[in-house]
Structure formats: C-alpha cells, structure tokens
C-alpha cells in the first residue's frame, strides 16, 4: 500500500523559511516522479512543483520559482520542498503526491498533507 | 492553458444523473485530462486519467468524455458518498472546481 507521510508545517513570519519532508512507502521511490500540490484554506487545488525520479530535473509553478526548492533523497525515500521568502499568499495544506508523468501526467496517491500558515 | 469547470454548484439528488464540464482554454493534446474527487477534510482523490481512463477502485458508476477543449465527467447514479467537490485537471493547471451537493 503507497503510503506518504508529511511533516514540516507550521506557522511561520513573512519573509521566513520552511522545509517540508514527505515519508513515502509501499512503492519503488526511485521509479516515480513525485510532486507537491497545495491549497489553501476554502480554495480549489495549485500545483506547485515536481521533480522526476532521477531528481535529475525539476519544475516550478510560476508563483514559487526562484523562492522554493524541490528536491529528493531515493535513498531514504524521502521529498523535500525548501520554502523561502514566504509570503502570506503561499498559507495552504501542502500535498505530497505521486506524479505519473505518462498520459500527459496526474496525481495519484496523496498524501494527507501538512499545513503551512505564513502569518506574523 | 486555463480550465473552467461548470457549474460551480450542482443539486441533485441521490440516483440522479450528474454531469459535470471542463472546457480548457486551447487543445489539450492527446486528451490528457484528469479528474479528481475531494470531500471535505480529505485529500483528493484521483477518479479519472486521459480522459476515460477509470483508475484503480473507481466504480464504472463515473465515467469521463470529451476531446480538444471540452471534457465532461459524468456520475451515472448518485450515492451518497459521491457529494464531493470535484477538480479537472490537465498538466501543472486544475480546474476552479465543481461542488455536487444535495438538493
């Protein structure tokens, strides 16, 4: 059974930094893309970025670029997403999320989420 | 590209027929599109992939058409536990997002 765990969310000031950690288990980590996907409170779904397997390659929502860094550990199965310069508008549950890049790529298996609250 | 996702609400009843509509602002190549179920408190949960493609678990009670620009996701019989709000989604971009509640 894919099981993927998040942690590293919490409240946070504008301008600060978070680093969110996604646990994945039940499948080969090293074969799949993964991503984040968020959401904020009341509102519909933002994908956010992906990296693919390897880790060779990675991809950024316009909204995150240049602020937030997406990598992997296939070692210990584990995704990273680095949060930095934090704004108030980037307040959401944050997804982990297998990505299936074939059929022109989908979400399947999510996570529960972890909730990021950037507020002073 | 842009997806729009009509109606924003839908009331029906239980062993209603529901259909639900996507249209992308361009062609979405190869009919990749997605649909996505979410109920509250709870992650989403994949339904539909390449636009008619059942995914794993998914009753046949759902079902997704549609090529080009245009995609419906349609709920043959409405159970209970299908009032949710639904997203479509093709590539980095979802739908605003239709919500399927009880009349």
């Known amino acids: 059974e894919v099981q993927l765990l998040e942690s590293g969310g919490g409240l946070v000031q504008p301008g600060g930094s978070l680093r969110l950690s996604c646990a994945a288990s039940?499948?080969?980590?090293?074969?799949?893309?993964m991503s984040w996907v968020r959401q904020a409170p009341g509102k519909g779904l933002e994908w956010v970025s992906s990296?693919?397997?390897?880790?060779?390659?990675?991809y950024y929502a316009d909204s995150v670029k240049g602020r937030f860094t997406i990598s992997r550990d296939n070692a210990k199965n584990t995704l990273y997403l680095q949060m930095n310069s934090l704004r108030a508008e980037d307040t959401a549950l944050y997804y982990c999320?297998?990505?299936?890049?074939?059929?022109?790529?989908?979400?399947?298996?999510w996570g529960q989420g972890t909730l990021v609250t950037v507020s002073s | 590209i842009v997806l729009t996702q009509s109606p924003g609400t839908l009331s029906l009843s239980p062993g209603e027929r529901a259909t639900l509509s996507c249209r992308a602002s361009?062609?979405?190549?190869?009919?990749?599109l997605a649909w996505y179920q979410q109920k509250p408190g709870q992650a989403p949960r994949l339904l539909i992939y390449?636009?008619?493609s059942r995914a794993t678990g998914i009753p046949d009670s759902f079902s997704g058409s549609g090529s080009g620009t245009d995609f419906t996701l349609t709920i043959s019989r409405l159970e209970p536990e299908d009032f949710a709000v639904y997203y479509c989604?093709?590539?980095?971009?979802f739908g605003g997002g239709t919500k399927v509640e009880i009349k």
């Open positions: 999320v297998v990505y299936y890049v074939n059929s022109g790529g989908y979400f399947d298996h």
């Open positions: 039940g499948f080969t980590f090293s074969d799949y893309a």
């Open positions: 990296i693919l397997g390897s880790g060779g390659r990675t």
């Open positions: 361009q062609t979405v190549s190869s009919s990749y």
């Open positions: 390449s636009a008619s």
């Open positions: 989604q093709q590539s980095g971009v």
